[in-house]
Structures are given as structure tokens and as C-alpha cells.
């Protein structure tokens, strides 16, 4: 093998790796996808004020994630053997496979992620809404907590009037359940509601707004006797602008991350692994079309578990936030966490790094797909 001239080598080797790599109209097709995905994944259903339906996609859609990224990774191998014969480092050629879609990806998560910021600052994560007739205090899921016995404890209030916040339980027939803690079930007084309120702001505010205040302001007497909000909804971050939401964003990025971005590059890697002495094209179809039929059963599994009510939407949500939760109240949390999906990252890299570089890369590609099937038509 030829060496190349040192000066041209700082961007020709580059820009003929990217070439060599990409899979041309069919990539940027893909393009807008992995993006589409990055900003969900970055939180940027928030800024387009869609409700907690539509923000639970951010969590039940990360293995479709995962699979976005990995669906162009065949079509990229079809070129490989023009770079074989080159004095071009795997390394390099990995870098070209996987970089530009990580770069894409990134970008796109950190957009969203800048997006459900900027919304963040004039939403109301402390509302007045109504269930079952009586009025429910919203916050947010990682204020929720946890009964692990199906059973919440009572909320006494200082004058004595208790109840016991409902139980949601995530799946059907499960003994563990979840609540919120500012819950005002039936039969709570004015007082208690406010005095609920003014629990949730604390918490998820980190301020102190008396609940005198709270039902002075807000709160009213419906002619059926239920309570209930003076509008249409609380409005505590317009009348105090010094409110800032306590929130965990940081620990969930990263936990997100890291059920996404490594087990793409581990995806990538166990193809790479199918290209060796002795292993058949069958091997590859396998990981491709395996790794798609694990999708497609996981997304019908799921479906089937909320038409039929055995698993609710928010489930996927409540793992994340309450992990993050768990994980940012403690010293450094949020810092260790994303030194966890760095460093898993990091280490997801290296084993495709090594899978490549033991790849022997064949002749004629393997057809994985309709998209390959019509670049070699055309």
C-alpha cells in the first residue's frame, strides 16, 4: 500500500471516508428522522405546549430511537471495499460510519432540550385541574411518590382533616402504586385544597406562597358545593415571576442518553461483528431484521397492554423521572450520571472500533433493505 502525501492528507482522506460512507439520497432521508428523534428526545414536545400525552412519546419512543439510528447503518457499508485497499486507518472508517449521525442526533437533542427550557419558563408546573369530580392538584411526575405496598399514607393537615391521596397504580393488578402527595380527593375541604397547593409550591417551587393566599386568590365555591379554581387555571408564575421550577432535566437527559445512545452503538457493533471468515450473509440479516422484529413486537406489546389497560401511558415516564429524581438528590448525582452515559458511550465506541477493525469487508454488499435493494436497482 501507498503512502499519501502528508499534505493532502488533512482533508482529502476525510471528505473521501464521509463520501465512501454515506449511504447518499437514501442518508438524507434518514437525515430528518434521527433529528425528529433527537429533538423528542431533548424535550422539545414541551415547547410546542403538546400535552403529557404526547410528551410520554420523549420515553415509550426510545427503542424506536435506537433502531432510527441504526436503520442507515446498512446501507452505509455498501461502499466500504473502495476504501479497503487505501492506507486509510478502521478507525477513520468508523468515525465516518457513525460520527456524522451522532452529530446529527446530538444537535437535534440539544435543541429540544434548549426548546423545553425556554417553555419551561412560563409554564404552570403547579395547576388546579378536575378528576372524578373533585379537584386535583397537578405537579409534576417527579413529585409523585411511591407506595410500595399499593397503599398511600394519609395527608393530616394541622387541624386534623385527613385523606388519602388515589393510588395509580402503572400496571394492572401490580401491588406497587403511585400518588401524589398534594392530592385533594373527594370530600376535601377549601382549606385543605389550598393548604395542598401550598404544600406543591414548596416542593416543586421551593417558595412559600400561604394557603390563605392560595384560596383568596384562586380558589371558589361551585353552586354543587365542589371546589374549584377562580379562570382557567392557576396562575402563580404570572402573579409571582420569581417562582422557578425545581426540575431534574439534566438527570433525565442523561439517563435518556444512556438508554440510547450506547446500545446504537452496540447495535452497530454486533453488525460489524457478522463481517468475519466463516460468517454467513444470513448473520447480518439477522441483526438487522432481528433487531427490527424486537421493535415491532415491543410497539405491539405495548399497544396492546394500554388499549387493554393493563399498563398505563405514563409508565415509561414515571421510570424516568422518578430515577432521575432518585438520582439527582444524591451528592454529585447529576454529574455522575452523565459521566455514566459518557463513559458507556465511550466504551459502546471502542467495542465497534474493534469489531471494525478485525471486519473483512466483502466485495458485493449485503442487501439488507428496500433502501438498498433500490440503490443497486438505480
Aim: proline letters at 7%.
Amino acid at each position: 500500500r501507498r503512502a499519501w502525501p502528508r499534505g493532502r492528507t488533512l482533508l482529502l482522506v476525510p471528505r473521501l471516508v464521509l463520501r465512501e460512507t454515506s449511504a447518499g439520497l437514501k442518508e438524507i432521508g434518514a437525515v430528518p428522522f434521527v433529528a425528529l428523534f433527537g429533538l423528542l428526545t431533548g424535550g422539545a414536545a414541551e415547547l410546542f405546549g403538546f400535552g403529557p400525552d404526547i410528551r410520554d412519546l420523549r420515553y415509550m419512543y426510545v427503542p424506536m430511537t435506537v433502531y432510527m439510528l441504526f436503520a442507515i447503518a446498512g446501507p452505509r457499508l455498501g461502499r466500504l471495499h473502495r476504501l479497503d485497499a487505501l492506507p486509510i486507518p478502521r478507525r477513520t472508517v468508523l468515525a465516518g460510519l457513525v460520527l456524522p449521525t451522532l452529530a446529527v442526533f446530538l444537535a437535534a437533542v440539544a435543541a429540544g432540550a434548549s426548546g423545553s427550557t425556554l417553555a419551561s419558563r412560563s409554564r404552570e408546573f403547579v395547576d388546579l385541574g378536575a378528576r372524578d369530580g373533585a379537584p386535583e392538584v397537578l405537579v409534576p411526575m417527579d413529585a409523585y411518590a411511591i407506595a410500595w405496598d399499593g397503599t398511600p399514607p394519609e395527608v393530616v393537615a394541622a387541624w386534623g382533616e385527613r385523606h388519602r391521596p388515589r393510588a395509580l397504580r402503572p400496571v394492572a393488578g401490580m401491588a406497587v402504586a403511585l400518588y401524589s402527595p398534594f392530592d385533594a380527593p373527594e370530600g376535601s375541604s377549601p382549606e385543605f385544597v389550598a393548604w395542598q397547593v401550598s404544600r406543591a409550591v414548596a416542593v416543586v417551587y421551593r417558595a412559600d406562597i400561604p394557603a390563605a393566599e392560595i384560596a383568596r386568590r384562586y380558589l371558589e365555591i361551585r353552586p354543587d358545593g365542589t371546589v374549584g379554581v377562580r379562570g382557567h387555571g392557576l396562575t402563580l408564575r404570572a402573579d409571582h415571576p420569581r417562582l422557578r421550577a425545581r426540575r431534574h432535566r439534566a438527570a433525565v437527559l442523561a439517563l435518556l442518553l444512556l438508554v440510547t445512545v450506547p446500545p446504537w452503538l452496540l447495535l452497530h457493533a454486533a453488525l460489524l461483528r457478522t463481517y468475519r471468515a466463516g460468517i454467513g450473509n444470513w448473520a447480518r440479516h439477522a441483526v438487522v431484521w432481528g433487531s427490527l422484529a424486537v421493535l415491532l413486537a415491543m410497539f405491539v406489546s405495548q399497544g396492546l397492554a394500554m388499549v387493554g389497560r393493563v399498563a398505563r401511558p405514563w409508565l415509561a415516564r414515571a421510570l424516568f423521572e422518578l430515577s432521575a429524581r432518585a438520582v439527582a438528590g444524591q451528592p454529585f448525582g447529576t454529574a455522575a450520571a452523565w459521566a455514566v452515559a459518557i463513559a458507556a458511550t465511550l466504551a459502546a465506541y471502542h467495542v465497534g472500533r474493534r469489531q471494525i477493525e478485525k471486519m473483512e469487508i466483502p466485495l458485493q454488499p449485503s442487501v439488507y433493505s428496500l433502501l438498498d435493494r433500490m440503490g443497486r436497482s438505480g
